[in-house]
């Protein structure tokens, strides 16, 4: 069965401390994996997608990076206005049409 | 406005009422989703289109039925609301590969 799992569930930071979102996947085929943004009461703003292993993608203090099992989503000298729920998601080869599973999330507070 | 709209933004129905949610996107993306969105369950797949009157299962379709006579329409429909449907709804839309864009979500609460 094809499963997204993220850690930590929440994650507390102070500002400037950088840190690592975990997202491991099992999935029969990897299309591609994608990273989304999430703040409290709006929909998922999507951040990167990484296609194959080794391949990694930045925007400001965020850089995405996967392996064979798994993607982190590191974050740089984090600002409060970086505190949002991250989402991981995969899209499977035996998924109809573009489909995506997604993890649960973490939840990262920056405080100042 | 170029983007992807759902309405409405809250909505409260009573158990065993009908309710339709609407989405309507603006680039002409052949897929559509729809997800719903639980504390502890994250986002879970109710239906999806790949193109005008072409739909098919998710993960969780029971009780959700959807049409979508024309590319930027895909509205969900509730036939018979129960109180374990009350969820936060997201609609997405999407060219394969591309990553989703998604909607700012209906919070639909069954008393």
């Known amino acids: 069965e094809d499963q997204v799992t993220q850690s930590p569930e929440a994650l507390r930071l102070q500002e400037g401390e950088s840190s690592s979102l975990n997202c491991s996947y099992t999935?029969?085929?990897?299309?591609?994996l994608f990273w989304y943004r999430q703040d409290p009461g709006k929909g998922p703003e999507f951040l990167f997608t990484?296609?194959?292993a080794g391949e990694e993608k930045e925007k400001e203090r965020l850089k995405a990076t996967l392996t064979k099992k798994e993607s982190f989503l590191h974050i740089t000298a984090p600002k409060p206005e970086d505190s949002a729920t991250y989402l991981c998601?995969?899209?499977?080869?035996?998924?109809?049409?573009?489909?995506?599973?997604f993890g649960k999330g973490t939840t990262l507070s920056v405080s100042s | 406005d170029a983007g992807i709209t759902q309405s409405p933004r809250y909505k409260i129905t009573e158990t065993g009422r009908q309710v339709t949610l609407m989405c309507h996107q603006t680039?002409?993306?052949?897929?559509m989703f729809w997800y719903r969105q639980d504390l502890g369950h994250g986002l879970r797949l109710i239906y999806y289109?790949?193109?005008?009157?072409?739909?098919d299962k998710g993960e969780v379709p029971d009780g959700y039925v959807v049409s979508r006579s024309k590319t930027e329409n895909f509205p969900l429909t509730l036939e018979s609301a129960t109180r374990s449907q009350t969820s936060v709804y997201f609609c997405?839309?999407?060219?394969?590969?591309?990553?989703?864009?998604f909607g700012s979500g209906t919070r639909l609460t069954v008393v």
């Open positions: 997405a839309s999407s060219e394969d590969r591309l990553g989703y864009t």
């Open positions: 999935v029969s085929g990897l299309r591609g």
């Open positions: 990484l296609y194959s």
């Open positions: 998601a995969v899209q499977a080869a035996n998924q109809a049409g573009t489909a995506l599973i």
């Open positions: 680039w002409s993306h052949s897929y």
């Open positions: 289109s790949a193109a005008a009157d072409i739909t």
